[in-house]
């Protein structure tokens, strides 16, 4: 099979997940106002605090400026001609039983049987659709070991304290555009709470999935690790197959306390748009984790969907002896445009950072990596490692790399290395000589590149993770 | 400020213009246009987020006419003797304020140009068209202000296939009782396969604020070499502010040394445009920062076409109080594929309040590249200070000696002992120790 005829093929590849449920939906009409967030709030029965805490971040957001310094072009996005509300009606479940068939059906297509989930794999899950959380499954197990696992709804009715204490710390609302306007619009999200000296028992993961036309998904994720607990965390995400762009602008905000540890996974794969770049979602999502003394976060993305990705999680090194790492292999194939990173502050002493990140551009694709270390004067002995590869397969990608370095202290130490190659003729010949033809040979090598990544993966998601990138990638050699 | 540069601009104008042809004018126009459009740049512009000018334009300087002859002021060879490399028999071109001292320099129009360039508006214009301001046109403001007030500088012109004999010293001196603002600007043509080298030296001897504005322009035709030595060693209240763009041809080589060690704040742009295949660029750097000193690189490489390598390597040591900036873009199109660039940037941080800020770019459009970054803060290595006094060698030695080698990357492939050993003693003494051990 001749190049053109192999890229031609990759091109050709379905997103898998581009099906539409017809699942009846409640939805607001299109727009924006301090009106809608109020209805917003008033539908999920959110006490007063909640509706102003949306309010003023409202506020905030109407002062500031979109964002346009990432390395990415789009069509601006239209605030007011998106619906910020839509949930599937039928809630009020107690038992599996009573969810909408027709969302039992989507998730069996996307792999994921709640059924199933229940009896065999142990993993925790929490589902969203259209930003409104559908099932949570495990409940019963994690509250026997006091693991609070809801959604966001839930936990502002039924844990206020916790919310109140935590909402907004990591990421305030005036952080960003696009977080000032998460924090007014908002309609869901994944909470978790760990205890102290917990190890949370099983995985917990989220899935989440844009289904209605027209709509944002705007969820939130807070998760509290409290002192000396461990906890790790998956997130997962599709889309349908939509002629217009979608919107996506979550925020994620993690907090481990003393000796604690948070291991947050992604698989992103939302709808990248057609071969010609039409459609996709636009995800603009701000993830944050701040770490106390001897806490650990430790960040692990595969980003293979989107049309338009920007996103950077980050770590606050706040205690002393904290531990920042950020793993993330990032695919753009087409037209998609990813500009994607991490920050690591380092504000305590002794505080320790790992940044690898593995990106590969094909087909008419930019694939950004921007990151930021910086070293605060009270950062004794603070220390990063940061790595970044780029791939480039055929000649009408780019790969870029913008690291920003900043050190304010003496005994801390940076060490930073970055290089941009392309799949080497003599590593595919090796293979074939061996009789692996070229689609395998590339799937070897890809995931032999992405490996340090994808080690860090839980194992079902590995498995995931690796089948999607043999998927996006197979063939694409320039 | 703004405004009396502007006016300094439009009041001379017809003397800076007056052996140009209208192309050369209207570039000149258009540059302070440019400039008046958008100012001074301050921190809110991402090329200038950590290096704020302010404390540069704050002095009241003396903003005289660009091109007006010199007043009183007199320079001997005596006060510049411990400035130039003596050793080194060289053409030498000194300027003073801004202007060219006749009676300390050295020209020569036998077989290619070394002079200046007050003289070539009126005797080459035509050189002076079709190379003046042909690569700056999309720079910042600074750079613009330059090409509207630029007067004087070195003009080297290199017919084809000519080797310049010695090497060109250009120094650069500002005097006076009041605070100055200089525009320097410099002019390279080589021709197919020529070759020349510089040594360029800026000094203040004023004990006023003073502030060098500088842009090169060199143009590498087919098979040329360029060597550039930059020294910044200059005093506690100067300024500097340069930009060096550097457009080549097929297969032609170029190696620049920046090399600064003195100064209250140093902004440099080194931009390396590699324009025909198999082209070749060295940019090597050390920076030595100590008191309330700001030192900034920014380096550009554009790769242009295929075939073509660059290397880069900046070293940076950074004391109490000093700040270091280092910003590294390696730029590779579609069409300039087996482009083979690297990049290294190391600083050694040695005081609590010593700051550095890096951030190396890559952007690449093309596949088949090789292209690598590596970027490094840290201290000295902890063990080889301890193998070094376990040989009884007192501890401030054995931190100049391991800080020796650090910036000795640097200074590689400097060929003239005199130079080197001008460099490695005005390193020492930097680094405070009596290096007289033959390393």
Known sequence: ?478 | MNDRISAQYWLHEKELTAYSSDAVRDRRRRAMELFESKGFPTQKDEDWKYSSLKPVLSPHYALNSPCAALEDEHLEYADIKRFLVNELDAYRVVFLNGRYTSWLSDTTHQGFDVCTLSSAWKKYPETIERYFAQLTEDLGPLAQLNTALAWDGIYVVVPDNVVVDRPIQLLSITSGTEPRAIQVRNLVVLGVNSQVEIIERHQSLSDQPTWTNSVDEAFLAEGAQLRWVKLQHDGPLASMTQHTRIHQDRSSRSQVHTISTGGRFIRNNLDIILNGPGAEARMLGLTLGKGKQLVDHHTLVDHRAPHCSSHENYKGIYDEGSKGVFNGRIYVHREAQKTDAYQQNANLVLHQTAEVNAKPQLEIFADDVRCSHGCTVGQLDEDALFYLRARGIREPEARAMLMLAFAEDALAGIDHPSLNAKLHKLIAGKLGVDLTLDL
């Not at chain 1, 909408?100 to 899950?125: C, H, W, Y």
């Not at chain 1, 909402?167 to 000032?180: E, F, H, K, Q, S």
């Not at chain 1, 695919?331 to 920050?343: F, V, Y």
């Not at chain 1, 002794?350 to 930021?372: C, E």
């Open chain 1, 1 to 478: 099979m001749s190049q053109d005829e192999l890229l031609q093929e990759v091109t050709a590849t379905d997103y898998k997940y581009g099906f539409y449920s017809d699942i009846e939906t409640d939805r607001m009409d299109a727009g924006l106002s301090e009106d809608v967030i109020r209805r917003i709030s008033a539908k999920k029965m959110e006490p007063q605090w909640m509706t102003e805490w949306r309010l003023e971040a409202y506020r905030i957001w109407l002062e500031m400026d979109e964002p346009d310094w990432a390395n990415v072009n789009y069509q601006k996005v239209d605030f007011q001609a998106i619906s910020y509300y839509a949930a599937p009606v039928k809630k009020q479940i107690s038992s599996l039983d009573e969810v909408d068939p027709e969302l039992l059906k989507t998730f069996e297509k996307l792999g994921i049987s709640l059924n199933e989930q229940k009896r065999l794999s142990g993993v925790a899950m929490d589902i969203i659709v259209d930003s409104v959380s559908v099932a949570t499954t495990f409940k019963k197990t994690l509250a026997e070991k006091g693991v609070i696992f809801c959604s966001m709804s839930e936990a502002i009715q039924d844990h206020p304290e916790l919310v109140k204490k935590y909402l907004g710390t990591v990421i305030p609302r005036t952080d960003n555009y696009y977080a000032a306007l998460n924090s007014a619009v908002f309609t869901d999200g994944s909470f978790c709470y760990i205890p102290k000296g917990v190890r949370c028992p099983m995985e917990l993961s989220t899935y989440f999935r844009i289904n209605e036309a027209n709509t944002g998904q705007f969820e939130r994720t807070l998760l509290v690790a409290d002192e000396g607990s461990f906890v790790s965390y998956l997130e997962g995400c599709t889309a349908p197959q939509r002629d217009e762009n979608q919107l996506h602008a979550a925020v994620v905000e993690l907090v481990a306390l003393d000796h604690a540890e948070i291991k947050y996974s992604t698989v992103q794969n939302w709808y990248p748009g057609d071969a010609e770049g039409k459609g996709g979602v636009y995800n603009f999502v701000t993830k944050r984790g701040i770490c106390e003394a001897y806490a650990k976060i430790s960040w692990t993305q595969v980003e293979t969907g989107s049309a338009v990705t920007w996103k950077y999680p980050s770590c606050i090194l706040k205690g002393d002896y904290s531990i920042g790492e950020f793993y993330s292999v990032a695919l753009t194939n087409h037209h998609q445009q990813a500009d994607t990173g991490t920050k690591m502050i380092h504000l305590g002493r002794n505080t320790k950072s790992t940044i690898i990140s593995k990106g590969i551009s094909a087909g008419q694709s930019h694939n950004s990596y921007r990151g930021l270390v910086r070293m605060g004067p009270r950062a004794e002995n603070a220390r990063n490692f940061s790595q970044c590869d780029s791939l480039l397969m055929g000649d009408r990608c780019g790969a870029h790399t913008f690291p920003y370095i900043e050190v304010k202290n003496s005994t801390a130490r940076t060490e930073h290395e970055a290089t941009t190659s392309k799949i080497g003729e003599d590593q595919i010949f090796y293979c074939q000589q061996r009789g692996l033809n070229m689609e395998a040979a590339i799937a070897l090598i890809i995931n032999g590149y992405a490996k340090e990544v994808l080690n860090q993966l839980p194992m079902e998601f590995a498995v995931e993770a690796q089948k999607l990138l043999a998927i996006s990638l197979e063939g694409s050699v320039g």
